[in-house]
Nanobody, 116 residues
């Protein structure tokens, strides 16, 4: 059974930091590109950052220079610094691969709230 379980969300003041984790099980983690997305109330889900199976990182303009994505065996992290109220939302991790066929899995999300 595939599971992606996010944790680390919470309430933080503007300028503060949080570290999100996404623990995976049931997948061959090494062949999956891992991404973080977020969804603010009333808005569409948006991409935040990606780390490929090979370790290459990519960031949305809104998270560049403030967020850092990293991975260890079976877990992906998102270090978020200098948080702003507009970073508020539910953060989801996604695992994606086309190796051996297309596979995509999502976690259940973790709430991040940044107060001004």
């Amino acid at each position: 059974q595939v599971q992606l379980v996010e944790s680390g969300g919470g309430l933080v003041q503007s300028g503060g930091s949080l570290r999100l984790s996404c623990a995976t099980s049931g997948i061959n983690f090494n062949i999956f590109d891992m991404s973080w997305f977020r969804q603010a109330p009333g808005k569409e889900r948006e991409w935040v950052a990606q780390i490929t199976a090979g370790g290459r990182t990519n960031y949305a303009d809104s998270s560049k220079d403030r967020f850092t994505i990293s991975r260890t065996p079976k877990t992906v992290y998102l270090q978020m610094d200098n948080l702003r109220p507009e970073d508020t939302g539910v953060y989801y991790c996604k695992a994606f691969t086309t190796f051996g066929g297309r596979s995509e899995y999502w976690g259940q999300g973790t709430q991040v709230t940044v107060s001004s």
